[in-house]
């Protein structure tokens, strides 16, 4: 038993030993006699002396304390990693599922009923699988191409709200003309939702209100996967796989489709030809883990090789030279050039220089398109395209 006046774990010491960890530092090393008693089969210390804990055992205390935060901080972390994961697991469940088909699948439905409301789209599915007459609605894969190549995306009056955030509104009706074989760049400040159209235009999400169309068609009458056909995406930090570098050039492509020259040939369209060869096995050579054994321009040059060779129709580049070096930028910008030749373009970029040429810039700003015209009709109209022109110091004309 404690006698009175006995000072166990809690009081003043403990507080000095959880809010400092220095307690060490205040006793005074005369008043280190603490004397330890056995309580109810466990130990106590009686601080018979001065009332101070053993310097030793104080330590090991204060050892405990930050093992003990330390776990208590892990697992918050992994807490938080778990839910990342769920979200990740229920998209890609839905994607397995064929839950994405299912909003094509219903929206040419719908069309194919002279425009009449679908109430019920569990009616898509028959038996477990996909009713016929619904996937008949779907438009071919060579119409899909075709129109991709003769004409206009237009993206109309979207509004969009991620699933996650489902009550704030990201696009609050976006309408914007990306012309066809032309380049349009898109600018405005961090957070404006320039990613976010990105997104809706590789049909990752679907708008919640208004539509995409391309001439004229809107594009949820194509399959997905139809659909990632035509568009390739370049961006800051491009998927690579572990596997050689022809492979992920070739990537995604029938291997009957390709041939080793052709791999060669949009390697050197890409600027890229030079570095590959100078690896250890060439073409052959591995790239590591997510490409970790390439640079970041090299990484990238690879990435528009791979979209020259799928020569899809609709390209969006996404910050694709933004962490680049000098060098480094002005070989992947020639390599942005060729790819974008006779493609449907769209440019997303911070660094204004980069986007000057572009037939059409628009300006994002809160969900919205602000301003739209080329760079020296913005720069003359005075708006906040030409006040981030001065912000970036760039002396154009
Ligand atoms: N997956 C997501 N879930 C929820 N909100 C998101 C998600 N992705 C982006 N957002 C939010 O959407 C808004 C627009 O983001 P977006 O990335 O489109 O902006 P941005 O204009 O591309 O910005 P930046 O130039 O910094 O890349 C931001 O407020 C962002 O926090």
Same mark, same amino acid.
């Given at each position: 038993?404690?006698?009175?006046?006995?000072?166990?774990?809690?009081?003043?010491?403990?507080?000095?030993?959880?809010?400092?960890?220095?307690?060490?530092?205040?006793?005074?090393?005369?008043?280190?006699?603490?004397?330890?008693?056995?309580?109810?089969?466990?130990?106590?210390?009686?601080?018979?002396?001065?009332?101070?804990?053993?310097?030793?055992?104080?330590?090991?205390?204060?050892?405990?304390?930050?093992?003990?935060?330390?776990?208590?901080?892990?697992?918050?972390?992994?807490?938080?990693?778990?839910?990342?994961?769920?979200?990740?697991?229920?998209?890609?469940?839905?994607?397995?599922?064929?839950?994405?088909?299912?909003?094509?699948?219903?929206?040419?439905?719908?069309?194919?009923?002279?425009?009449?409301?679908?109430?019920?789209?569990?009616?898509?599915?028959?038996?477990?699988?996909?009713?016929?007459?619904?996937?008949?609605?779907?438009?071919?894969?060579?119409?899909?191409?075709?129109?991709?190549?003769?004409?206009?995306?237009?993206?109309?009056?979207?509004?969009?709200? &991620?699933?996650?955030?489902?009550?704030?509104?990201?696009?609050?009706?976006?309408?914007?003309?990306?012309?066809?074989?032309?380049?349009?760049?898109?600018?405005?400040?961090?957070?404006?939702?320039?990613?976010?159209?990105?997104?809706?235009?590789?049909?990752? &999400?679907?708008?919640?209100?208004?539509?995409?169309?391309?001439?004229?068609?809107?594009?949820?009458?194509?399959?997905?996967?139809?659909?990632?056909?035509?568009?390739?995406?370049?961006?800051?930090?491009?998927?690579?796989?572990?596997?050689?570098?022809?492979?992920?050039?070739? &990537?995604?492509?029938?291997?009957?489709?390709?041939?080793?020259?052709?791999?060669?040939?949009?390697?050197?369209?890409?600027?890229?030809?030079?570095?590959?060869?100078?690896?250890?096995?060439?073409?052959?050579?591995?790239?590591?883990?997510?490409?970790?054994?390439?640079?970041?321009?090299?990484?990238?040059?690879?990435?528009?090789?791979?979209?020259?060779?799928?020569?899809?129709?609709?390209?969006?580049?996404?910050?694709?030279?933004?962490?680049?070096?000098?060098?480094?930028?002005?070989?992947?910008?020639?390599?942005?050039?060729?790819?974008?030749?006779?493609?449907?373009?769209?440019?997303?970029?911070?660094?204004?220089?980069?986007?000057?040429?572009?037939?059409?810039?628009?300006?994002?700003?809160?969900?919205?398109?602000?301003?739209?015209?080329?760079?020296?009709?913005?720069?003359?109209?005075?708006?906040?395209?030409?006040?981030?022109?001065?912000?970036?110091?760039?002396?154009?004309?």
């Amino acid at each position: 038993m404690m006698e009175e006046g006995q000072e166990g774990w809690g009081g003043r010491m403990e507080e000095r030993i959880l809010v400092l960890g220095v307690v060490w530092y205040e006793a005074p090393k005369s008043a280190i006699q603490s004397e330890l008693t056995e309580v109810g089969g466990g130990r106590c210390y009686t601080g018979r002396a001065q009332g101070k804990l053993p310097v030793g055992t104080m330590v090991s205390f204060i050892g405990y304390t930050f093992t003990l935060t330390f776990a208590v901080q892990g697992a918050v972390n992994t807490l938080g990693d778990l839910r990342g994961m769920f979200a990740s697991i229920e998209r890609i469940n839905s994607i397995l599922s064929a839950k994405d088909i299912d909003d094509s699948l219903a929206y040419g439905l719908a069309k194919e009923l002279d425009g009449k409301e679908l109430e019920d789209s569990n009616g898509v599915y028959e038996n477990g699988s996909v009713n016929k007459h619904f996937m008949a609605a779907l438009k071919s894969s060579s119409s899909c191409s075709n129109l991709a190549w003769s004409g206009d995306i237009h993206l109309k009056e979207v509004h969009f709200s &991620y699933p996650l955030r489902a009550d704030v509104e990201i696009l609050n009706g976006l309408d914007l003309k990306i012309e066809c074989g032309k380049v349009t760049a898109l600018v405005g400040p961090s957070g404006a939702g320039k990613s976010t159209v990105v997104q809706l235009l590789a049909r990752y &999400y679907e708008p919640t209100q208004g539509c995409i169309t391309v001439a004229g068609e809107d594009i949820r009458v194509f399959d997905k996967r139809e659909w990632s056909r035509v568009v390739s995406l370049v961006n800051q930090d491009p998927v690579l796989f572990s596997a050689s570098v022809g492979e992920n050039i070739a &990537y995604g492509l029938p291997d009957d489709v390709v041939s080793k020259d052709d791999i060669i040939k949009a390697a050197k369209a890409a600027n890229a030809h030079e570095f590959i060869v100078s690896l250890p096995q060439g073409y052959d050579t591995l790239v590591g883990e997510r490409g970790s054994l390439l640079s970041g321009g090299q990484r990238q040059r690879i990435a528009i090789a791979r979209a020259l060779l799928k020569n899809a129709p609709i390209l969006i580049l996404d910050e694709a030279t933004s962490a680049l070096d000098a060098t480094s930028e002005r070989l992947v910008q020639e390599a942005l050039n060729h790819l974008m030749k006779g493609r449907t373009s769209l440019v997303i970029a911070h660094r204004l220089s980069t986007v000057q040429n572009a037939h059409r810039i628009a300006v994002c700003s809160e969900g919205k398109i602000t301003e739209l015209g080329t760079h020296s009709e913005l720069v003359a109209k005075g708006g906040s395209y030409a006040s981030l022109v001065g912000t970036q110091r760039l002396a154009f004309e």
